[in-house]
């Protein structure tokens, strides 16, 4: 897997750069399917701005964004959204293909 960090009008500095490599990694516990994580970091105006663009399997694209004026609030918060993007895509593979949902119970069909 892949992890691509780029800087619009801000500077990647390495701290940051470890910061987003190591959250970023974690998304693979919950879907083992990703070949590539793009992280966008912007700076305007007193407020931050970052954009992760997970790609998967199947061409398969999974994008949140944020802003605020905090880089690592905004960082974590981004990768909440995306662990709950691709906890349910996989929910609704697993469900489609008659298997067991999480919550206990048997799909039907």
């Known amino acids: 897997m892949q992890i691509l960090v780029t800087g619009r009008h801000v500077e990647v ?3 940051v750069r470890e910061y987003v ?3 970023a990694g974690r998304l693979t516990k919950y879907y083992d399917r990703i ?3 793009e ?6 105006s007193e407020q931050f701005s970052v954009e992760m663009i997970v790609h ?3 061409k398969h694209t999974f994008v949140a964004r944020g802003t605020g004026p905090h880089t690592f609030a905004l960082v974590d918060e981004i990768v ?3 662990e709950r993007q691709l906890t349910k895509h996989k929910e609704k593979n697993r469900n489609r293909k008659g298997g067991v949902a999480a919550d206990g119970s048997v799909a039907e069909g």
Request: proline content about 0%; overall charge negative; aromatic content about 0%.
């Open 13 to 15: 500095t390495d701290e």
């Open 21 to 23: 490599e190591t959250k």
């Open 35 to 37: 070949h590539e994580i």
């Open 39 to 44: 992280v966008i970091l912007d700076h305007e």
């Open 56 to 58: 998967a399997d199947h």
């Open 80 to 82: 909440v959204k995306l």
